[in-house]
């Protein structure tokens, strides 16, 4: 192995070397620093809602003294529903079903009483919830129902409530600690049920239950009809797109403004984003192309000497060996260094988001670096292939 090493090193040009190391590093480094970035970012926009996308939106009719003096309805009939399913920006949509009876809902913390008050439920599809599968369902015969509060209600808790009677905050991962009673009355018929608060949602002002509940509770507990919606959730394709404002506008109708803004930047975040590593992925086929090209310029300056090699009885993988380990070992080192370029921006950046925002859960490094080695693992079979290729072509 020293003695290949040493007869085929002579024309190795570091120049070419340290312009494939180089340029892969800065590849590689702008690939896994939006990868990163998207990752740490995207909770400033979704964690709250978590369990719903955020190319969602809420639309309602606007209600005003205009709508009480025409005698125009808050609801939207069949013929809007269907006119906003035939727009081209509107991917799917779903209808907020209202409970038609009385509920109560009685909430504690640790034995002490923080809620006592009437309610009302609503839910929408169960595809329109990103909630586990197993924490978002109910069927007949459950005592245990699933239910998202308005995060204003667990907001006047921890800065009012708790702080008063030294009871413990609530965060999204605490919300077990939240004992929840309901009381349905309705259609002469009374029911009570437990619920379990798996989530706070900004976008809702009202308490969401699964559909399969709402279903049943409204055939059970109500002798009405189901009424028409007066709120749709609807998944657009492109939340940045005018037509999406042109048409409520057109329509008269309400979506809440600064989570539109919020969808439209969530929306260009990824587009920024996918451009970036677009370019990082470039930029490292081409430092891969450098090295390809460095590789075969040195194979064939040493075409003589690995002739001779081959013809005394070196096999192509002895000859191939030492190119092979001196991509891999460069790859390993674009990988190492790249991933500690990478901490300490990220030490930076973090430390600036979690001053604005200081309640983020930080993202795991860990998907980053097993995307690094997943590139690293790729490049480097590419490398040895092509390298034992060429080195068969001349054999």
Request: aromatic residues 12%; without cysteine; glycine residues 6%.
């Amino acid at each position: 192995m020293n003695l290949v090493w040493k007869l085929l090193r002579q024309h190795v040009s570091i120049p070419q070397l340290l312009g494939f190391f180089f340029a892969n590093l800065f590849g590689m480094l702008i690939v896994l620093l939006g990868y990163q970035f998207y990752r740490d970012v995207v909770p400033v926009f979704t964690s709250n809602d978590s369990f719903m996308k955020a190319d969602y939106l809420i639309i309602s009719k606007k209600v005003g003294a205009a709508t009480t003096i025409s005698g125009r309805s808050d609801q939207f009939s069949a013929a809007d529903i269907d006119d906003m399913e035939s727009q081209a920006f509107v991917e799917s949509l779903g209808k907020f079903t209202s409970s038609n009876y009385r509920v109560n809902a009685e909430m504690s913390v640790q034995g002490t009483e923080i809620l006592n008050s009437e309610l009302f439920f609503e839910s929408v599809p169960d595809k329109f919830v990103d909630a586990p599968l197993d924490g978002w369902k109910w069927h007949e015969g459950d005592d245990v129902v699933p239910v998202i509060l308005p995060r204003t209600y667990i907001t006047m808790y921890n800065f009012g409530f708790a702080k008063s009677r030294s009871l413990p905050k609530i965060s999204d991962g605490l919300a077990g600690l939240i004992d929840m009673q309901l009381r349905i009355h309705g259609n002469g018929k009374d029911g009570n049920f437990k619920g379990k608060v798996i989530g706070f949602s900004n976008r809702l002002n009202t308490i969401l239950v699964p559909q399969s509940f709402m279903d049943w509770s409204n055939k059970q507990y109500s002798a009405e009809d189901v009424e028409a919606p007066t709120r749709l959730i609807v998944e657009v394709g492109n939340p940045a797109d005018d037509q999406v404002t042109q048409y409520i506008d057109r329509k008269g109708y309400e979506v809440d403004a600064d989570k539109l803004n919020a969808e439209k930047t969530m929306f260009f975040l990824k587009m920024i984003v996918s451009m970036v590593l677009v370019v990082g992925l470039v930029i490292s086929a081409l430092s891969f192309y450098i090295l390809m090209l460095s590789i075969y310029l040195l194979v064939q300056k040493n075409a003589d000497k690995m002739k001779n090699l081959l013809l005394i009885g070196y096999s192509p993988s002895n000859v191939a060996l030492p190119y092979q380990l001196l991509t891999v070992g460069l790859n390993i080192s674009v990988l190492i260094i790249a991933m500690v370029i990478l901490f300490f921006i990220r030490g930076y950046y973090m430390d600036v988001i979690l001053n604005l925002f200081p309640e983020l859960d930080s993202s795991s490094i860990m998907p980053t670096l097993l995307l690094g080695l997943g590139l690293f693992a790729i490049v480097s079979l590419i490398n040895v292939l092509a390298i034992r290729k060429k080195i068969m072509s001349v054999w």
